[in-house]
């Protein structure tokens, strides 16, 4: 089994990791994770609806299926030529969005009117469905460092019609200095992207113990600040495309102990793992999700949702 992991690449350390946490299931999860994803997007409701949108590239030969979680989102089955190619891309009446990062967003459930922070927003995905969510009414604070990646955030909330968020290039580490309280908040966080091997397949080797150690100091730290700004009774969704319990389960457990917050229930995705390496975590954890790419043809996913008490 381990022989069989070494043989995908993944070095050592990880390989034993995962047969310590899904012991045969590893392999599956692992050889899933050599597949492509499928190709799926969502509709934005911002400029059309979506039986119209979808008629449309019936007409022109794409097949596709519903994403369950998202009413917007679909995954195709069939693409006659690249969907980036179409006019309803290009004119923003469709983003391409991978299934669970469609989930955060829809988590959250962000109203029109309410005062929403994207704490890691490029390259503009989960913002603008946040924005689609909203109707384009309230506003949203959307912080990146980078200053390339708000670049194409900048050029993909203009081409999909998002108008009320308001673009800050800086760490959302700093987000206190707006003086301004949240109703609601995403923290897609950074982190070691294990979840992600079908398009990084260098991470099954180049991560190291430090990598998820760094990952989950800088994901307590935005957390903490995170939640210093959200409004009471205000939601937090946390999410990664992670697998490591270290910047899952471990930081909620963290946040758990340490803040007067209660997890609330998600309802797709599989429980959240509540022994992992054999470390007894609160039963509660059960309520954050865990997306896998053997079970949810997505790639590896972590999302909690968080209410401040």
Known sequence: MLEELFSLGYSKTFAERYYQLWGERALKIAEAMERP?????????????????TKLLNKKGFQFRRVPWAREGFCLTREP??????PEYLSGLLYIQEASSMYPPVALGPKPGETVADMAAAPGGKTSHLAQLMENEGIIYAFDVGEERLKETRLNLSRLGV?????????????DELEVEFDK????APCTGSGTIHKNPERKANRTMDDVKFCQGLQ????????SVLKKGGTLVYST????PEENEFVIQWVLDNFDVELLPLRYGEPALTKPFGIELSEEIKKARR???DRHGTSGFFVAKIRKV
Do not use: A, Q, W
């Open 37 to 53: 994803l499928p190709r799926c997007f969502r509709v934005n409701t911002l400029r059309i609806e979506v039986p119209k949108l």
């Open 81 to 86: 030529f690249s969907i980036t190619s179409t």
């Open 163 to 175: 108008t009320n968020t308001v673009l800050i290039h800086s760490s959302s580490l700093h987000i």
């Open 185 to 188: 908040i995403l923290l897609d």
């Open 220 to 227: 307590m730290r935005l957390l903490e600040k995170g939640l």
């Open 241 to 244: 495309c992670s697998l490591e």
């Open 291 to 293: 997306f896998y790419p």
